[in-house]
């Protein structure tokens, strides 16, 4: 990596991302995406946002301004400027035939994968490497071009093969089991130079994978939590690509995620029943009783309220809380919020079926609901198989609902584990693994540590008063994006 130098000039950054929320978000990478440019401007970096024109966007922003008419592999394609809401200046990837349809942005409304996933992503990197380029149509030019996940993992290949002065670039992985693979024959018409696509270079197991080409040119790599940016140096979490990796080590760091405390304040919040904050923590009830009647699940105050908002997925454990769901329920009752894998949906609708009044589910994407589960449950549950950074654990503990979580990833590094039931600075409950049993341990854990009122308050306490905003991470971005910046 270059050394780093003081340029006085501000720096100007590129965030490229395929999520933003509240506009088209289906995981933490929206949240990320609306929270880490304005803490990045706080810190006196020019950040702006780059997003493809899904129909959500456009809607959001009619008044957005063409700036430019281009073809990017082919395609005609508009940059359109607006402001989003937080004041963070927006650059629209307008292209209707790839981004304007129904549906989310990586999948259908069925689940499954665009078919034209190559082309729809290759256009969005594409058209961000131009404005990296000494070709840039924008009057604005980014020192560093910061990418995302794999729907973005073509700008630093492009980049690396272009001529003349460019942007430095960045990969954030936000979670290496999504690599972007292809058939070559999907990617033909992405102008990828024949250079970069042997098997040292983005091949993976006889495909293209985006995420490879990305972490073998991008300038430096990021993941979202330290204790994950070791882990997938690892045979078990590296998803293939740990020798890649470790290869570049040098050049790759873990910076924690942050929260959006504005956004997540039980104090502001208005999708919850009633305000609460440290000295006002009995009114957590008055959620508790309208997330209960939602989910018409009846009883006692007292009956333990787990909860869980999440993908549906493998990766999250679901599964694991859906076969533990028979012993929990003699306990405690259970909600689940969410959407994803079919056959979990049937596993949980089963167990709701057999555990009458002691199971509640909501299928789909509700976000005002995903604000008050967090203030409603006692307890929120995540047994993640692997975890880059997870935001609920973080939600939870600011909304005094002490998490139980498998100890991986991002869920080591921000939850304080109630180790010996009476430590000081125990914000929750981590599980050695991601299987039943362990789960159950968690339950009857924090269970028993529920019932003894004041240490179940200094628990909420505590994670209550954690810092998790966002300025940590946005001067560590700051320091590396200081390194890799291009000297001229
Ligand atoms: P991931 O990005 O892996 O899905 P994170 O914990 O980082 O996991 O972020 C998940 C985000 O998506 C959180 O803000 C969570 O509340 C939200 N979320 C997930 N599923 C749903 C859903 N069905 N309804 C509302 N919000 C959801
Ligand atoms: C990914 C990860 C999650 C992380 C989020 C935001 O979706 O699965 O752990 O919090 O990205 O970085």
Same mark, same amino acid.
């Given at each position: 990596?270059?050394?780093?130098?003081?340029?006085?000039?501000?720096?100007?950054?590129?965030?490229?991302?395929?999520?933003?929320?509240?506009?088209?978000?289906?995981?933490?990478?929206?949240?990320?995406?609306?929270?880490?440019?304005?803490?990045?401007?706080?810190?006196?970096?020019?950040?702006?946002?780059?997003?493809?024109?899904?129909?959500?966007?456009?809607?959001?922003?009619?008044?957005?301004?063409?700036?430019?008419?281009?073809?990017?592999?082919?395609?005609?394609?508009?940059?359109?400027?607006?402001?989003?809401?937080?004041?963070?200046?927006?650059?629209?990837?307008?292209?209707?035939?790839?981004?304007?349809?129904?549906?989310?942005?990586?999948?259908?409304?069925?689940?499954?994968?665009?078919?034209?996933?190559?082309?729809?992503?290759?256009?969005?990197?594409?058209?961000?490497?131009?404005?990296?380029?000494?070709?840039?149509?924008?009057?604005?030019?980014?020192?560093?071009?910061?990418?995302?996940?794999?729907?973005?993992?073509?700008?630093?290949?492009?980049?690396?093969?272009?001529?003349?002065?460019?942007?430095?670039?960045?990969?954030?992985?936000?979670?290496?089991?999504?690599?972007?693979?292809?058939?070559?024959?999907?990617?033909?018409?992405?102008?990828?130079?024949?250079?970069?696509?042997?098997?040292?270079?983005?091949?993976?197991?006889?495909?293209?994978?985006?995420?490879?080409?990305?972490?073998?040119?991008?300038?430096?790599?990021?993941?979202?939590?330290?204790?994950?940016?070791?882990?997938?140096?690892?045979?078990?979490?590296?998803?293939?690509?740990?020798?890649?990796?470790?290869?570049?080590?040098?050049?790759?760091?873990?910076?924690?995620?942050?929260?959006?405390?504005?956004?997540?304040?039980?104090?502001?919040?208005?999708?919850?029943?009633?305000?609460?904050?440290?000295?006002?923590?009995?009114?957590?009830?008055?959620?508790?009783?309208?997330?209960?009647?939602?989910?018409?699940?009846?009883?006692?105050?007292?009956?333990?309220?787990?909860?869980?908002?999440?993908?549906?997925?493998?990766?999250?454990?679901?599964?694991?809380?859906?076969?533990?769901? /028979?012993?929990?329920?003699? $306990? @405690?009752?259970? #909600?689940?919020? %969410? *959407?994803?894998?079919?056959? &979990?949906?049937?596993?949980?609708?089963?167990?709701?079926?057999?555990?009458?009044?002691?199971?509640?589910?909501?299928? /789909?994407?509700?976000?005002? $609901? @995903?604000?008050? #589960?967090?203030? %409603? *449950?006692?307890?929120?549950? &995540?047994?993640?198989?692997?975890?880059?950074?997870?935001?609920?654990?973080?939600?939870?503990?600011?909304?005094?609902?002490?998490?139980?979580?498998?100890?991986?990833?991002?869920?080591?590094?921000?939850?304080?584990?109630?180790?010996?039931?009476?430590?000081?600075?125990?914000?929750?409950?981590?599980?050695?693994?991601?299987?039943?049993?362990?789960?159950?341990?968690?339950?009857?854990?924090?269970?028993?540590?529920?019932?003894?009122?004041?240490?179940?308050?200094?628990?909420?306490?505590?994670?209550?008063?954690?810092?998790?905003?966002?300025?940590?991470?946005?001067?560590?971005?700051?320091?590396?994006?200081?390194?890799?910046?291009?000297?001229?």
């Amino acid at each position: 990596m270059p050394p780093a130098h003081n340029d006085a000039r501000p720096l100007n950054v590129l965030f490229v991302t395929p999520e933003c929320a509240p506009i088209a978000k289906t995981g933490g990478l929206g949240d990320v995406s609306a929270a880490l440019p304005p803490a990045l401007r706080e810190e006196g970096i020019d950040a702006r946002v780059l997003l493809p024109g899904y129909t959500s966007v456009l809607d959001a922003f009619p008044a957005a301004r063409e700036v430019a008419a281009l073809e990017v592999l082919g395609q005609p394609v508009r940059l359109l400027e607006s402001v989003l809401a937080t004041g963070v200046p927006l650059v629209i990837v307008d292209c209707p035939h790839l981004y304007a349809r129904g549906g989310g942005p990586y999948q259908a409304d069925d689940g499954d994968d665009w078919d034209d996933n190559a082309l729809r992503f290759g256009v969005l990197a594409k058209a961000a490497a131009i404005c990296g380029s000494e070709a840039t149509p924008l009057s604005w030019r980014p020192d560093i071009v910061h990418c995302n996940d794999w729907p973005t993992a073509l700008v630093p290949v492009y980049l690396a093969f272009t001529e003349g002065k460019r942007a430095a670039t960045m990969i954030t992985i936000h979670n290496l089991a999504f690599q972007g693979l292809f058939q070559f024959s999907d990617i033909r018409a992405l102008e990828i130079p024949e250079a970069a696509l042997g098997a040292d270079g983005m091949e993976f197991h006889g495909r293209a994978s985006f995420l490879k080409g990305a972490l073998l040119h991008a300038d430096a790599i990021t993941t979202v939590s330290p204790t994950y940016a070791q882990e997938i140096q690892g045979p078990e979490l590296g998803f293939g690509l740990e020798d890649v990796l470790k290869a570049r080590r040098d050049a790759l760091f873990g910076v924690l995620n942050g929260i959006d405390t504005a956004t997540w304040n039980p104090a502001t919040d208005p999708n919850i029943a009633r305000p609460y904050g440290l000295l006002t923590l009995e009114r957590k009830m008055a959620s508790k009783r309208a997330l209960k009647k939602r989910m018409k699940l009846a009883g006692s105050d007292d009956i333990p309220l787990l909860a869980t908002v999440s993908r549906i997925t493998h990766q999250k454990g679901i599964d694991v809380i859906a076969s533990t769901l /028979g012993e929990i329920t003699k $306990l @405690a009752q259970v #909600v689940v919020v %969410g *959407a994803g894998d079919r056959e &979990m949906i049937e596993q949980l609708k089963a167990a709701q079926a057999r555990h009458p009044g002691r199971v509640g589910l909501s299928i /789909g994407f509700d976000e005002p $609901l @995903a604000h008050l #589960v967090e203030a %409603g *449950a006692d307890i929120f549950l &995540m047994p993640s198989r692997f975890e880059p950074c997870g935001m609920n654990q973080m939600y939870s503990q600011r909304y005094g609902t002490p998490p139980i979580a498998n100890a991986t990833g991002g869920l080591v590094d921000t939850i304080v584990d109630d180790a010996t039931g009476d430590t000081l600075d125990g914000t929750g409950f981590l599980i050695p693994e991601a299987s039943p049993d362990a789960l159950l341990e968690g339950v009857v854990r924090a269970l028993a540590a529920r019932s003894n009122p004041s240490h179940w308050k200094r628990l909420q306490t505590n994670g209550m008063t954690r810092d998790f905003g966002w300025e940590p991470a946005a001067r560590m971005y700051r320091r590396i994006y200081e390194r890799i910046r291009p000297t001229s």
